[in-house]
């Protein structure tokens, strides 16, 4: 992506958090049956973000997709790994 934009009313005094990681899984039994939720990037953002307390925005985001297989069943994965920014939690 060569650019982001950020909506001007979360630019406030926002500190670096650190490194923040998420990701979505699904296992397919049988190769062909999914079990649980189906993976998708949007939730492996969401479970980034809460990742650490008071994150308003991930920046330097990478995003991978991974296919595993094991005997009777392959899972599916997308992780996502950046850096959080947002309001420093109070101690």
């Known amino acids: 992506m060569t650019s982001t ?3 001007k009313s979360t630019n406030d005094h926002l500190v670096k958090l650190g490194p ?5 899984c699904q296992t397919q039994f049988l190769y062909l049956f999914p ?3 189906s993976v998708s990037s949007p ?3 969401e479970n980034a973000k809460s990742a650490v ?3 308003v ?3 330097d985001v990478t995003i991978d997709d991974s296919l595993s297989f094991g005997i009777g069943y392959s899972e599916q ?3 996502v790994q950046g850096v959080a920014f947002g309001v420093q939690p109070l101690k």
């Open 5 to 7: 934009y950020q909506d």
């Open 57 to 59: 925005i991930i920046t």
């Open 35 to 37: 079990v649980g939720e």
């Open 43 to 45: 939730k492996a953002i």
């Open 77 to 79: 994965c997308i992780q």
């Open 20 to 24: 923040v990681f998420g990701e979505s």
């Open 53 to 55: 307390q008071g994150t």
